[in-house]
C-alpha cells in the first residue's frame, strides 16, 4: 500500500519556525512530485507548495513565499517543508501528497495523500 507519513507539526509561537517532514513509502516515488496543502479550521484545503520530482522548479502559495522552503530528501521518497518567520493565519493542518502526473495547485492534481500534521502558531 501507499503510504504518506507527516511529522513535525507542533505548537510555536508568531516568528518561529518549525519542520515538517513526509515520508513516502509502499513504492518508490522518487519520479513523484509532491506537494504540501494546509486545512485551517472552517476553510478548505489550499496549496501550499509542490516541488518535481527531479527536485526543480519549487512553486509556493504568495503568502509564503521567502518564509517557507520546500526540497526533497536525497533518495527523493522524503519531503521537507521549512517554515520560518510563522503567523497565527499559518495555523492549519498540513498535508503532503503526492502527484503521479500533474505538479500542480489544486487538490485534484494529487493522487495520494498523508493524514495530515497540526500546525498551531500563537500570537
Known amino acids: 500500500q501507499v503510504q504518506l507519513a507527516e511529522s513535525g507539526g507542533g505548537l510555536v509561537q508568531a516568528g518561529g519556525s518549525l519542520r515538517l517532514s513526509c515520508a513516502a513509502s509502499?513504492?518508490?516515488?522518487?519520479?513523484?512530485?509532491m506537494g504540501w496543502f494546509r486545512q485551517a479550521p472552517g476553510k478548505e484545503r489550499e496549496f501550499v507548495a509542490s516541488?518535481?520530482?527531479?527536485?526543480?522548479?519549487?512553486v509556493y502559495l504568495d503568502s509564503v513565499k521567502g518564509r517557507f522552503t520546500i526540497s526533497r530528501g536525497h533518495a527523493k521518497n522524503t519531503v521537507y517543508l521549512q517554515m520560518s518567520s510563522l503567523k497565527p493565519e499559518d495555523t492549519a493542518v498540513y498535508y503532503c501528497?503526492?502527484?503521479?502526473?500533474?505538479?500542480?495547485?489544486?487538490?485534484?492534481?494529487?493522487?495520494?495523500w498523508g493524514q495530515g500534521t497540526q500546525v498551531t502558531v500563537s500570537s
Open positions: 516541488i518535481s520530482w527531479s527536485g526543480d522548479t519549487p
Open positions: 501528497a503526492a502527484s503521479v502526473g500533474i505538479m500542480g495547485t489544486s487538490l485534484r492534481d494529487y493522487d495520494y
Open positions: 509502499g513504492r518508490t516515488f522518487s519520479n513523484y512530485d
